[in-house]
């Protein structure tokens, strides 16, 4: 048997993803392990639950580092120093540079608030209700060095309601990056993504025939 992929989880804040990530590998819905949690802000909730489940922590400040590039490599030595295979960026709050993509080559992950490209950057939620869409969502994408840009693993979309408020739509949102964040790195750790272009092509088993595509069902609690 191989042994479960190793994930390193790079996280800035509350760290709901990584719990939903923790969760899954619990349930046993997702072959993987997580070999560390790095944060760059030291009293991020998400390292007290890393700590609860006994997870190693590293806390590496990047206001330590004279650039972005020298944060990057420190960042690289501790992944490998864990023998991460997948790097896993839940809310982590830094640009990263080609540092740490070349070190990790198509094994970095992010998740974001929108169905890219539509409200990249900060604020995606505000931008939603800015632009008076009434479906946003979640994506999950491989990183390049453009922000919220990689190649697409999976999307789940959200209705925007009347009378949303940034609050209410991220609460709804985070909803299903608990579901999608987990099944995208499934589909990694199963080998069953291979890129042709910037698309992603997933492999199905039959059973779960377009898994990539998260569709809410009408009893979603909404
Ligand atoms: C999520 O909304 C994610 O999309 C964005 O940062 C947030 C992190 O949330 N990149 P959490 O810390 O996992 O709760």
Redesign the pocket.
């Known amino acids: 048997m191989t042994s479960p992929l190793a994930l390193g989880v790079l996280?800035?804040?509350?760290?709901?993803?990584?719990?939903?990530i923790v969760d899954a590998i619990a349930a046993g819905t997702l072959p993987a392990r997580v070999a560390v949690v790095i944060s760059n802000v030291p009293d991020?909730?998400?390292l007290v639950r890393a700590r609860a489940h006994g997870i190693r922590v590293e806390v590496i400040p990047h206001r330590d580092f004279p650039s972005r590039e020298a944060f990057d490599a420190r960042l690289v030595e501790t992944l490998h120093a864990h023998g991460v295979e997948l790097v896993v960026?839940?809310?982590?709050?830094r640009l990263v540079t080609r540092v740490l993509l070349d070190a990790f080559p198509g094994r970095v992950l992010?998740?974001?608030?929108a169905l890219l490209p539509a409200f990249p950057g900060l604020h995606?939620e505000r931008q939603a209700l800015d632009h008076g869409v009434s479906i946003t969502g979640?994506t999950v994408h491989l990183v390049d060095e453009q922000t919220d840009h990689g190649p697409i693993l999976a999307q789940a979309a959200v209705p925007v309601l009347p009378g949303d408020t940034e609050e209410s739509l991220?609460a709804r949102?985070?909803v299903q990056?608990h579901r999608v964040y987990p099944l995208a790195i499934r589909l990694i750790a199963e080998g069953r993504l291979r890129l042709e272009g910037r698309r992603v092509i997933v492999s199905s088993t039959g059973a779960d025939a377009g898994a990539a595509l998260v569709n809410p069902p009408p009893d979603a609690p909404w």
């Not at 996280?11 to 939903?20: E, F, K, V, W």
């Not at 960026?89 to 709050?93: N, P």
């Open positions: 996280l800035s804040g509350s760290g709901t993803n990584l719990q939903a991020a909730y998400g960026l839940a809310g982590f709050m992010n998740i974001h608030p995606a979640v991220h949102i985070q990056e």
